[in-house]
């Protein structure tokens, strides 16, 4: 394990050691999770933005997809449980 030094502000620092002490832990452990916590969500925005360039390449190379208006109905139905068809990818733009 290696040691990282960081300059807060003594505004900060009190907010961080009051943040911590209400989550029942000490000033480091709370700014590691922090920390972790930053890095896991960054991760997964650049996985989501990955994702999304590769789908959006492939509409743009076959010129279908579905319909936000269609794909947002479809995931509505998922979320509430209701039984639902995918919705069927087609030439966009025609």
């Known amino acids: 394990m290696s040691t990282t030094t ?7 620092k009190a907010r961080v050691a009051a943040a911590a002490e209400r989550a029942g832990k000490t000033a480091h452990g709370f700014i590691v999770d922090a920390i972790a916590q930053a890095t896991e969500q960054s991760e997964l925005e650049s996985d989501f933005h990955l994702v999304a360039a590769r789908r959006l ?5 076959t010129g279908e997809g579905v319909p936000l208006g269609e794909a947002r109905e ?21």
């Open 57 to 61: 390449a492939k509409i743009i190379a």
């Open 74 to 94: 479809y995931l509505l139905a998922r979320v509430r449980g209701k039984p639902t068809r995918r919705p069927k990818p087609r030439k966009l733009g025609s």
């Open 6 to 12: 960081i300059r807060i502000d003594d505004d900060l």
